[in-house]
């Protein structure tokens, strides 16, 4: 069973930034591809940014953020983050961090593909 821990949300002014970490526990953190979704108030969850597992060589984002977020990952902390520049208040939801175990065939954006969930962290961005 994985756990996962998001912090980091909060109220931030349109242009400004935030950084958003989801601790995970687990021996295996190292073979987790982890993602980052969003929902909006009666939106449905929405993929924000992914990064496979080992070494997070690869990620992965949404049109809507690609330039303006990035997602890391530090196996040492067993943590994943996400760093938001340039927030806009069309980003503003609740960010959750999930965990894919075992892996999956393709690239990993799709809610249902994941396994394990935080519960998530409000982001509120005011312009």
């Known amino acids: 069973q994985v756990q996962l821990v998001e912090s980091g949300g909060g109220l931030v002014q349109a242009g400004g930034s935030l950084r958003l970490s989801c601790a995970a526990s687990?021996?295996?953190?190292?073979?987790?591809?982890m993602g980052w979704f969003r929902q909006a108030p009666g939106k449905e969850r929405e993929f924000v940014a992914s990064i496979f597992r080992w070494s997070g060589s690869s990620t992965y984002y949404a049109d809507s953020v690609k330039g303006r977020f990035t997602i890391s990952r530090d196996n040492a902390k067993n943590t994943v983050y996400l760093q938001m520049n340039s927030l806009k208040p069309e980003d503003t939801a609740v960010y959750s961090c999930a965990a894919q175990d075992p892996p999956r065939v393709g690239i990993p954006t799709t809610p249902r593909t994941f396994d394990y969930w935080g519960q998530g962290t409000q982001v509120t961005v005011s312009s």
């Open positions: 687990g021996r295996t953190f190292t073979s987790y591809t």
